[in-house]
Antibody
Framework: QVQLVESGGGVVQPGRSLRLSCAAS????????MHWVRQAPGKGLEWVAV????????YYADSVKGRFTISRDNSKNTLYLQMNSLRAEDTAVYYC????????????????WGQGTMVTVSS | EIVLTQSPGTLSLSPGERATLSCRAS???????LAWYQQKPGQAPRLLIY???SRATGIPDRFSGSGSGTDFTLTISRLEPEDFAVYYC?????????FGQGTRLEIK
């Protein structure tokens, strides 16, 4: 079935780096834009970054621009989020999410979400 | 960026009742690119409605969405016990995509 599985979360000190992965299965990964969305403990949802189906377009929230990098490997059906210079306010559950429609139109609704991976930034 | 304001913050209703959740945007949402999600504790969000009024695959017809421009509504016609959760609206017509702060639907 269609599935997204995140990994790579953990506890990290402020200023350090972490890389999240999202393994996709059950659909043609290379045809869909993919996103990262985060949720701080007890808070709402915050969009983080998007990458187009072919990796040629990438956009970021202002809160992570210059520190986070989204990428994908379509040969491995895997999405990544490289997080550098981490701050306490980056503490959250990070979800990867699939766009509802094929191709690229900038933004779309998210029809499939992973279960999330927790990132805690603390000294 | 477009700010989405959801109301009420908490809605207390009983099973079988009708729920009406509101999402108001600070600017017009392009092409009604407005989605609704349901999130239960410890779970990822689930897409309910996209394009303001289209139900996602597998979503029961007791869920319906309406609205355009800056005012959108999610209606649950007859609440089932499994519907008590937090609901978020999202606009995806303008960059960056933004979410509302959520409405908690609790059992009265």
């Amino acid at each position: 079935q269609v599935q997204l599985v995140e990994s790579g979360g953990g506890v990290v000190q402020p200023g350090r780096s972490l890389r999240l992965s999202c393994a996709a299965s059950g659909f043609t990964f290379s045809s869909y834009g993919m996103h990262w969305v985060r949720q701080a403990p007890g808070k709402g949802l915050e969009w983080v970054a998007v990458i187009s189906y072919d990796g040629s377009n990438k956009y970021y929230a202002d809160s992570v621009k210059g520190r986070f990098t989204i990428s994908r490997d379509n040969s491995k059906n895997t999405l990544y989020l490289q997080m550098n210079s981490l701050r306490a306010e980056d503490t959250a559950v990070y979800y990867c999410a699939k766009e509802r429609t094929r191709g690229w139109k900038g933004f779309d609704a998210f029809d499939i979400w992973g279960q999330g991976t927790m990132v805690t930034v603390s000294s | 960026e477009i700010v989405l304001t959801q109301s009420p913050g908490t809605l207390s209703l009983s099973p079988g009742e009708r729920a009406t959740l509101s999402c108001r945007a600070s600017q017009s949402v392009s092409s009604s690119y407005l989605a609704w999600y349901q999130q239960k504790p410890g779970q990822a969000p689930r897409l309910l409605i996209y394009g303001a009024s289209s139900r996602a695959t597998g979503i029961p017809d007791r869920f319906s969405g309406s609205g355009s421009g800056t005012d959108f509504t999610l209606t649950i016609s007859r609440l089932e016990p499994e519907d008590f959760a937090v609901y978020y609206c999202q606009q995806y017509g303008s960059s960056p995509s933004t979410f509302g702060q959520g409405t908690r639907l609790e059992i009265k």
